[in-house]
T-cell receptor, first 118, second 114 residues
């Protein structure tokens, strides 16, 4: 089945030690998103890629970076994780049917990576 | 700016009983509305969506929702719930010109007991 896969499911890192989370998709969708979800909260969009165009949310800390080397893969880099960055990180994809407005497309989510900071 | 309010943080219900999860939105433009479900330690899964047309929308797992523009609501309903419906449910809104991000509500935890 076509899907969105996140690795690893659980990641433990040390305070201040860089960490990378990965996401791959077999849906061939041109839009990919990264969300942060803290316990008992709604997902919060960090940034998204429209093809190779990177779109950062205004309130996303500089500590968070992203790379998309090709259509299938997207990475979330946290340069110096703090205790407040412990959360579930969700990757999602959507398609864009040839129109400028792709907000009406449903998003397909991976199962997330739960990040713990020691 | 768009916003979503889910008034109930938790809804307990007995198995086979009907349930309604409430969602109200605020937007100055045409909206697209979604309900997503999140099972423990999993990502979000789309239940249903309203883009335009018929105000009654049917989704997966027997859920349906009704778009009410005058009341700015998009409540989710199921006539008979199962234990397996226990999960977190998120209402979300987007819309407008260009890219508009999904704005999620704070979620409603549905607890189904025998």
């Amino acid at each position: 089945d076509a899907m969105v896969i996140q690795n690893p499911r659980y990641q433990v890192t040390q305070f201040g030690k860089p960490v990378t989370l990965s996401c791959s998709q077999t849906l061939n969708h041109n839009v990919m998103y990264w969300y942060q979800q803290k316990s008992s909260q709604a997902p919060k969009l960090l940034f998204h890629y429209y093809d190779k165009d990177f779109n950062n949310e205004a309130d996303t800390p500089d500590n968070f970076q992203s790379r998309r080397p090709n259509t299938s893969f997207c990475f979330l880099d946290i340069r110096s994780p703090g205790l407040g960055d412990a959360a579930m990180y969700l990757c999602a994809t959507s398609t864009e049917p040839g129109q400028v407005d792709y907000s009406n497309q449903p998003q397909h989510f991976g199962d997330g990576t739960r990040l713990s900071i020691l | 700016a768009q916003s979503v309010t889910q008034l109930d943080s938790q809804v307990p219900v007995f198995e086979e009983a009907p349930v309604e999860l409430r969602c109200n939105y605020s937007s100055s433009v045409s909206v697209y509305l979604f309900w997503y479900v999140q099972y423990p330690n999993q990502g979000l899964q789309l239940l249903l969506k309203y883009l335009s047309g018929s105000t009654l929308v049917k989704g997966i797992n027997g859920f349906e929702a009704e778009f009410n523009k005058s009341q700015t609501s998009f409540h989710l309903r199921k006539p008979s719930v199962h234990i397996s419906d226990t999960a977190e449910y998120f209402c979300a809104v987007s819309g407008g010109t260009g890219f508009q991000k999904l704005v999620f509500g704070t979620g409603t935890r549905l607890l189904v007991s025998p």
